[in-house]
């Protein structure tokens, strides 16, 4: 995996936890303004928005570096729309950087050859 790789996966890994909890704390700001007079809505759905806008780039930008299969990129944006979906991605995220990290190394010192 070259560096651009790496620097898109992981971009998307930062981003997809506040993303989540943009996400959840919206639900829980929508439910307020039903049950109180408390209305954060408007600030939570452009923040949320605003990262989710930043989340799908990022996605974009990771899936033409990494070259995912379709699936994989589905996987990805569908996790996005799930409400604690971002939390799955940046585990999924950290164990592929991982494993590519891993793999890397083991190219360098002549344990693989792939």
Request: proline residues 3%; charged residues 20%; positive net charge.
């Given at each position: 995996?070259?560096?651009?790789?790496?620097?898109?996966?992981?971009?998307?890994?930062?981003?997809?936890?506040?993303?989540?909890?943009?996400?959840?704390?919206?639900?829980?700001?929508?439910?307020?303004?039903?049950?109180?007079?408390?209305?954060?809505?408007?600030?939570?759905?452009?923040?949320?928005?605003?990262?989710?806008?930043?989340?799908v780039i990022f996605w974009a930008d990771a899936w033409n570096r990494a070259k995912w299969p379709?699936?994989?990129?589905?996987?990805?944006?569908?996790?996005?729309?799930?409400?604690?979906?971002?939390?799955?991605?940046?585990?999924?995220?950290?164990?592929?950087?991982?494993?590519?990290?891993?793999?890397?190394?083991?190219?360098?010192?002549?344990?693989?050859?792939?």
């Open positions: 995996m070259d560096l651009k790789t790496a620097s898109a996966l992981r971009r998307l890994r930062l981003v997809s936890t506040p993303e989540a909890v943009s996400f959840l704390l919206l639900l829980v700001c929508s439910v307020l303004k039903r049950t109180t007079d408390f209305n954060a809505v408007p600030v939570m759905g452009a923040i949320h928005g605003l990262l989710f806008v930043i989340y379709l699936g994989t990129a589905a996987l990805y944006f569908v996790l996005s729309v799930l409400p604690t979906g971002g939390f799955f991605a940046d585990r999924r995220l950290r164990r592929e950087a991982e494993s590519a990290v891993i793999a890397s190394r083991a190219r360098k010192e002549g344990i693989v050859n792939a």
